[in-house]
């Protein structure tokens, strides 16, 4: 099974280069105004892959991106450990931090 291209197009970073519309007409067109519209559900089959990719790592405001699946299971969360306040350096009623003012 190959891995599924999805992406979305953030209108409001759009700078209406007209970069993407040349790259993948089929999927990007340009408005009465030159900014891109995607066209379609933004779900690109493998033969048109490459030009959308193209389309995507060539925008230069990066209004294309790709959509990744997350499952809640697969995210590792670290575990946050409190602060030790028993032990808490303190001098002149501060604590310090590292830094001075």
């Given at each position: 099974?190959t891995?599924?291209l ?15 519309a ?7 067109s ?7 519209v995607?066209?379609?559900d933004g779900d690109?089959p493998e ?13 230069p405001?990066?209004a294309?991106?790709?959509l ?8 590792h ?7 030790d ?8 009623n ?8």
């Amino acid at each position: 099974m190959t891995n599924r291209l999805r992406i979305k197009l953030d209108r409001t970073l759009c700078d209406g280069f007209g970069i993407c519309a040349r790259h993948a007409p089929e999927y990007f067109s340009l408005d009465d105004w030159g900014y891109a519209v995607l066209v379609g559900d933004g779900d690109i089959p493998e033969p048109d892959r490459d030009a959308v990719q193209r389309a995507l790592m060539d925008c230069p405001v990066h209004a294309i991106m790709e959509l990744t699946e997350r499952r809640p299971d697969d995210a590792h969360i670290a575990e946050v450990s409190e602060p030790d306040l028993e032990h808490l350096k303190v001098g002149d009623n501060e604590a310090e931090w590292g830094f001075t003012r």
